[in-house]
């Protein structure tokens, strides 16, 4: 089946009457009451999550070092010393891999926050400049 031939089985596109709706506009059970509402609380509550899970991975990476010290010295000739290096070392590049993700993450969920608030301010202004008066959001 081609390609194109998928799309008008999948959406209907042979029959004239068919279109998309949005689900708020859509008839039936599940369309919605016709406000957009957003909250940006989400987005930032993400972003102060992984910029404390940011600190956190890093502090415990950072601990790592000094919990081992005196280690190899103490257990010279212990096959455990070397295997207990393999699995500390491991575990200094999974939290640092953690601590950069999280680091990368911060920055674009806060942005994302921002923009949705900025976004609902500028519409809530227009509607006040055509004379409309826009439900507060809800939160």
């Known amino acids: 089946m081609a390609h194109s031939e998928r799309w008008q089985e999948l959406f209907g596109h042979d029959d004239p009457d068919a279109r998309m709706t949005l689900a708020s506009t859509a008839p ?17 509550g993400a972003s102060t999550t ?19 010290e005196g280690l190899t010295a103490g257990g010279a000739g212990l096959a455990s010393v070397a295997a207990l290096a393999a699995v500390r070392t491991s575990w200094e590049e999974r939290l640092a891999a953690i ?6 993450l911060r920055g674009p969920l806060l942005s994302v926050a921002k923009e949705m608030g900025e976004t609902e301010t500028a519409i809530r202004n227009a509607f006040a400049a055509a004379g409309g008066k826009p439900q507060e959001a809800r939160r």
């Open 28 to 44: 039936g059970p599940a369309a919605g009451d016709g406000d957009l509402r957003h909250s940006g609380g989400p987005w930032t």
């Open 50 to 68: 992984a910029g404390e899970l940011r600190t956190s991975a890093e502090t415990s990476r950072a601990a790592l070092g000094p919990g081992h």
């Open 99 to 104: 601590r950069d993700e999280c680091e990368a």
